[in-house]
Nanobody, 128 residues
């Protein structure tokens, strides 16, 4: 099973991008998926996550009001719509899935240790 992130690129400040994360390989169950960002020279940070059953979403403060996480269950894909991009949004965006264990509580959705399957990342560069 693999997660494939795509949709990154170069965009001017104020622009938009839509990231996708598709699962390939054998069918697998997951109960949460998330997006994390690693800016150059920094640690990886939480951006947004959702429970796969649609019961909850969570956003980093920096993403609230600008980013929207969603999923298409039939396509096994999670999306991150990013609007109003800022230079500080620059980084490699990773998608992740929780495929084992119980459904995480809302507060745990931002914890990267909750996730056991990671994609390869897609680079987003926002120019000023």
């Amino acid at each position: 099973v693999q997660l494939q992130a795509s949709g990154g690129g170069l965009v001017q400040a104020g622009g938009s991008l839509r990231l996708s994360c598709a699962a390939s390989g054998r069918a697998f169950s997951r109960n949460a998926m998330g997006w994390f960002r690693q800016a150059p020279g920094k640690e990886r940070d939480f951006v947004a996550a959702l429970r796969w059953n649609g019961s909850a979403t969570r956003y980093a403060d920096s993403a609230k009001g600008r980013f929207t996480i969603s999923r298409e269950r039939a396509e096994n894909t999670v999306y991150l719509q990013m609007n109003g991009l800022k230079p500080e949004d620059t980084g490699v965006y990773y998608c992740a899935a929780r495929t084992v264990g119980a459904m995480p509580i809302w507060s745990m959705l931002a914890d990267e240790t909750v996730y056991d399957l990671w994609g390869q990342g897609t680079l987003v560069t926002v120019s000023s």
